[in-house]
């Protein structure tokens, strides 16, 4: 299969095989999905992030993973996927324009940000209890998409799918970011996906995929980053498939938008260490000293 393909589907949106909560082999998963921001939450958002937010942002769903014997937790959450976006979008239109008198409306000091919220946020990894913040390694491993395929033994026991942000670009496009989830008996697997369509401009997908084998001491996260002129591409659909939807259904777009960037990266895990007491240290040293002592 192509190295960033999907082997296949994930859940469907809104759909949790089990409830927002699951647990296995010493790993605990989270997925929740809640009401998009009240008002009052918005408007203290837009100021503490200094920009116009997307119309709709979860912000209170999340997607987290954590295992504390292995002192780990992956979290994918809106605020944190907002507070990755850049402060240029990369795309001039004739609406930009409009964006950002909105956002001097909003927020008269505002700094620039980007109008499309391609954010290119990988989630975020932190160490248990203390959430530092765990950072990987670059590594020519790859996921296997192989092992991904259905096989008999190794169904699906939980999935779900956290949406965070979505926005119509003040209906000049699209802007989606969600993030999903499977867990089987065997392993793991996360996509999370972000979707942007600029009518007459261009089409972006942004993708982070987390990828686990229980019983590893090791989980992978590839990104890629994949975009394809607009016009250049829609030139190739029929009217059917237009009306069918396509141009909105990012399942059916990503695997024709070519590869601009894709790294693999690994995240080392391992049992958390206890930090030692004084009497275990004493303890020690006195063993220590009789093995010497048996010795010499």
Same mark, same amino acid.
């Given at each position: 299969?192509? &190295? ?23 790993? #605990? ?10 008002? *009052?939450?918005? #408007? ?13 942002? *979860? ?5 987290? %993973?954590?295992?504390?014997?292995? !002192?780990? $937790? ?23 324009? =409009? ?8 927020? @008269?000091?505002?700094? &620039? ?6 954010? @290119? ?16 390694? @670059? ?6 998409? =192989? ?8 169904? %699906? ?8 942000? =979505? ?7 699209? $802007? ?18 972000? *979707? ?5 401009? $261009? ?11 229980? !019983? ?8 890629? =980053? ?15 498939? %237009? ?54």
């Amino acid at each position: 299969p192509p &190295p960033t393909g999907m082997a296949r589907p994930l859940a469907a949106a809104g759909e949790n095989t089990d409830n927002a909560r699951f647990s296995l082999r010493g790993w #605990d998963f989270v997925g929740e999905n809640k009401p998009i921001l009240t008002t *009052f939450e918005t #408007d203290r958002w837009t100021k503490e992030l200094d920009m116009t937010l997307p119309e709709m942002v *979860f912000g209170s769903s999340r997607l987290e %993973i954590s295992n504390a014997s292995l !002192g780990v $937790c992956y979290s994918f959450t809106a605020r944190d996927a907002l507070e990755a976006c850049g402060k240029e979008a990369g795309i001039q239109v004739s609406m930009s324009k =409009e964006w950002k008198s909105q956002a001097e409306r909003d927020i @008269p000091d505002a700094q &620039p940000f980007d109008w499309t919220y391609s954010s @290119p946020y990988r989630g975020a990894a932190s160490s248990l209890p203390d959430g530092q913040a765990l950072l990987p390694s @670059p590594t020519e491993e790859k996921i296997d998409f =192989e092992s991904l395929k259905p096989r008999p033994g190794d169904e %699906i026991l939980w999935s779900a799918n956290v949406h965070l942000y =979505e926005d119509e670009l003040h209906d000049n496009g699209d $802007c989606s970011m969600q993030v999903r989830i499977r867990v089987t008996p065997n392993y793991f697997y996360v996509l999370q996906r972000l *979707f942007v369509r600029v009518d007459q401009v $261009c089409f972006r997908v942004k993708e982070t995929r987390l990828h686990h084998k229980f !019983g590893n001491l090791h989980a992978l996260r590839q990104y890629t =980053e994949r975009d394809h002129e607009y016009e250049t591409l829609v030139r190739n659909f029929t009217p059917k498939q %237009i009306q069918g939807g396509i141009l909105h259904d990012p399942n059916q777009l990503v695997e024709m938008l070519p590869v601009r960037f894709d790294t693999t990266e690994v995240f080392e895990l391992g049992p958390r260490l206890e930090q030692p007491t004084k009497a275990s240290i004493v303890a020690q040293s006195a063993s220590d000293e009789a093995l010497f002592k048996k010795k010499f």
